[in-house]
């Protein structure tokens, strides 16, 4: 069975800091990847996919986020965040003919 | 189009009380999904619909039933709340299982309170 897990239960960050946070999954098969944001109060938004091609994933925001196959690892960046991204994130696998899998959430709080 | 949408917002019931939580998605999606989310939990899949008139359980199911009578609507049963219900719901949808460019798109969620 898929799992997927996230590094950090809660990040603290000043604004102008640079983010990452890990997500590792378990599954040896062929996946697909997702990062998605949940801000205060609101639903979750696709932030962004990995279905294949280039490893290396922009999505909105200025976030990107690099698929790593030999350490199953899809780890979310930002080279500069702002308070605006204070929000919980979420990965998720879904492997083919699968329900999706999502991990435990981190929650970033950006200071002003 | 409205997406995925959500009735009602919020709630509040009492042990033993029974309700039901409507979903409805206008993107003609075949799969649709009732999660809760509980703190440090994550999503958890409750059931899923693979198409009109059918479900299956997921991660989570006991306590809960749903139906798909309607490809559009997907709605999540609960016949007699308990206190560990008391969480948030999220319904999904999408256009299949594990198919290549899938995602999952997400309604607004109905935070419910079980006293």
């Known amino acids: 069975a898929q799992s997927v897990s996230q590094h950090n239960h809660h990040v603290i960050l000043s604004e102008a800091a640079s983010l990452e946070l890990g997500c590792n999954y378990s599954?040896?098969?062929?996946?697909?990847l997702f990062w998605y944001v949940q801000y205060p109060g609101q639903h979750l938004q696709l932030l962004l996919k990995?279905?294949?091609?280039?490893?290396l994933v922009k999505g909105i925001k200025g976030f990107e986020a690099e698929f790593i196959k030999s350490k199953f690892s899809f780890n979310l960046r930002k080279p500069s965040v702002q308070w605006s991204d204070t929000a919980e994130y979420f990965c998720?696998?879904?492997?083919?003919?699968?329900?999706?899998?999502f991990g435990p959430g981190t929650r970033l709080s950006v200071l002003p | 189009n409205a997406g995925v949408t959500q009735t009602p917002k919020f709630r509040v019931l009492k042990t033993g009380q029974s309700m039901t939580l409507l979903c409805a998605q206008d993107?003609?999606?075949?799969?649709m999904y009732w999660y809760r989310q509980d703190p440090g939990m994550g999503l958890r899949l409750i059931h899923y619909?693979?198409?009109?008139?059918?479900?299956a359980k997921g991660e989570v199911p006991d306590g809960y039933n749903v139906s798909r009578l309607k490809k559009q609507n997907f709605l999540l049963g609960l016949e007699s709340a308990a206190p560990s219900q008391t969480s948030v719901y999220f319904c999904?949808?999408?256009?299949?299982?594990?198919?290549?460019?899938?995602?999952?798109?997400f309604g607004p969620g109905t935070r419910l309170t079980v006293l």
């Open positions: 999904a949808s999408s256009y299949r299982q594990g198919a290549r460019y899938n995602e999952q798109f």
């Open positions: 599954y040896g098969g062929t996946v697909n």
């Open positions: 990995y279905f294949s091609g280039d490893p």
């Open positions: 619909s693979v198409g009109e008139g059918t479900t």
């Open positions: 993107m003609n999606h075949e799969y």
């Open positions: 998720a696998v879904n492997a083919h003919g699968q329900n999706f899998v």
